[in-house]
Nanobody
Framework: EVHLVESGGGLVQPGGSLRLSCAAS????????MGWFRQAPGKGRELVAA????????YYSDSVKGRFTISRDNAEKTVYLQMNSLKPEDTAKYFC????????????????WGQGTQVTVSS
């Protein structure tokens, strides 16, 4: 059975940092591109960052480029999202997801999803 379990969310002040983690099990993690999505109330699910099974191949949305960093540890079967210089508009529920190759930019391309972790940026 496939599991994706996110952790690391919480309340942070503007300008602060958080590191999200997503622990995977039940599939061959090292061969799957991974993505981090977010969804704010009343809005659609937005791809924030993605990483191929080839570690140097990454994607970032314009809204987070230069502030967020996606990485993965295939030995630990974990994908991370380091979020710096957080803004109130980053407030959302963050989800990790896995897709068979190639890396996808649309949520419809992702096969497995976690339950999400809430990130709130507020003073």
């Amino acid at each position: 059975e496939v599991h994706l379990v996110e952790s690391g969310g919480g309340l942070v002040q503007p300008g602060g940092s958080l590191r999200l983690s997503c622990a995977a099990s039940g599939f061959t993690f090292s061969t799957y591109p991974m993505g981090w999505f977010r969804q704010a109330p009343g809005k659609g699910r937005e791809l924030v960052a993605a990483i191929s099974w080839i570690v140097n191949n990454t994607y970032y949305s314009d809204s987070v480029k230069g502030r967020f960093t996606i990485s993965r540890d295939n030995a630990e079967k974990t994908v991370y999202l380091q979020m710096n210089s957080l803004k109130p508009e980053d407030t959302a529920k963050y989800f990790c997801a896995a897709t068979p190759p190639p890396m996808q930019l649309s949520p419809r391309g992702y096969k497995y999803w976690g339950q999400g972790t809430q990130v709130t940026v507020s003073s």
